[in-house]
Each structure stands twice: as C-alpha cells, then as structure tokens.
C-alpha cells in the first residue's frame, strides 16, 4: 500500500518558538494532503487541505497565520506552527489520497503523526 | 448534531465474541465510509471501507451499510485481544473532505 512519512514523530519546544512538520508521500504523488489534529481521547480533526501549487484550505476556527501550510510539490507538505504555545501541545497527523483517487480508490493515507509538546 | 457521531465507549467483550460497533452520519450525500483502527499514540491505519448498500466482509471484519438510515457498522468476530483500540468511523462527502467520529473505544477481555 501507499506510504506517507511524516517527520519528526515528536518534539518539545520552548513557548513562542516555530515546529515545522513534514510529511512526504514516498510512493505516490499527492496534489491534496490533510493536516489533522487530535487531543488525547478526541477524534481527529481536520485543521486544513493542502494543496499543491495553491494555498491550503483552512477549517472554521483554524488560524492560517498559525498554521503555515506549503504544499511546494506534489510529495511534500509542511505544517508550520508559529510561536507555539502550550496550548498547541497535541498530536498532529498528515494524509495524503492518492492520484489513482480518480480510478475510484478513495482511501487516506496517513502519515505516523507527530507528537507535539509546548513547555 | 455532529457529522459523525459514535458511541464513544468502552465497549468491552470477551475474546471470541462479536463486537459491534455502530456509526450515524447527518450528510444524506456522503459516498464513501471508512472504518480506522488507532492504537494509543499511532496514527489511524484502514480497517475497511464501503461505498454501496449492504455487508462487505473482510476475514473477521464486515462492515455493514444503510445510506438510508445513514448508518454504517464494523462487527469483528472472533475478538482477540490485539483488537483492543480505537475505531474511528469515517465518511467522505462529495468534497475531498473525509470527517472523523470521535471514535469507540474497544476493549476485549482475555
């Protein structure tokens, strides 16, 4: 099956400081990524869909000057958390659907997730 | 009323029953429905996936589909320990979008 890393798996950082989150279709190529969120013993939550070429598409509720998202190719997408806050210490998860989508293969494949702490 | 909503749990049940778990979802035009398994900590990983009316099975797991009463379920038979996780329920509207329930938490008892 199609596989998605995403690096770093975790990180502590200081309060104000930027994380910057990567994941990588390794592959397949992937013109839309998704950038989820999870706190513990809570569902995942769509933060934005990141688009090749374009600018991400962000949720209600989600800060895109927080939450920088590039999509410069078509097997990679950062999320970039500016001046984190303790408040942002979660679990960040990427996906990623496969150009076959159009064949009728609907799946997401998600990256291993990054644990993110803020001191 | 959530898009997707599950009861969140635990369920709990003894290994070699069946387990039953059970999804609601609001959009009518929803097309495609996931099942993930996510143990403590991992990311999701794909259990099963259905698009048209009915069962469709996959070793001990079946997935069990009514667009019109918006419901979808995942019955695992033969319940091993190792089945002890999350399940997240999860449906694609028309969109790209793919929204998650909160997810039941299962656990089965040796």
């Known amino acids: 099956g199609a596989v998605v890393s995403q690096h770093p798996s975790w990180v502590i950082c200081k309060s104000g400081t930027s994380v910057k989150i990567e994941c990588r279709s390794l592959?397949?190529?992937?013109?839309?990524m998704f950038w989820y969120r999870q706190f513990p013993k809570q569902s995942l939550m769509l933060m934005a869909t990141?688009?090749?070429?374009?600018?991400?598409?962000?949720e209600q509720g989600v800060e895109k000057d927080k939450f920088l998202i590039n999509h410069a190719s078509l097997t990679l997408s950062t999320l970039t958390v500016t001046s984190a806050h303790p408040e942002d210490s979660s679990f960040y998860i990427c996906?990623?659907?496969?150009?076959?989508?159009?064949?009728?293969?609907?799946?997401?494949?998600f990256g291993s997730g990054t644990q993110l702490s803020v001191l | 009323q959530k898009e997707v909503e599950q009861n969140s749990g635990p369920l709990s049940v003894p290994e070699g029953a069946i387990a039953s778990l059970n999804c609601t979802y609001s959009?009518?035009?929803?097309?495609?429905f996931f099942w993930y398994r996510q143990y403590s900590g991992k990311s999701p990983e794909l259990i099963m996936s259905i698009y048209s009316n009915g069962d469709k099975e996959d070793g001990r797991f079946t997935a069990q589909l009514n667009k019109a009463s918006q419901y979808v379920s995942l019955l695992i038979r033969d319940s091993q320990p190792s089945d002890s996780a999350t399940y997240l329920c999860?449906?694609?509207?028309?969109?790209?979008?793919?929204?998650f329930g909160a997810g039941t938490r299962l656990f089965v008892k040796a």
């Open positions: 996906s990623a659907r496969d150009l076959r989508e159009d064949r009728g293969e609907r799946k997401l494949f």
């Open positions: 592959d397949f190529q992937a013109t839309t």
């Open positions: 999860a449906v694609k509207s028309g969109g790209f979008k793919t929204i």
């Open positions: 959009d009518r035009v929803s097309q495609s």
């Open positions: 990141s688009n090749e070429g374009s600018k991400a598409t962000y």
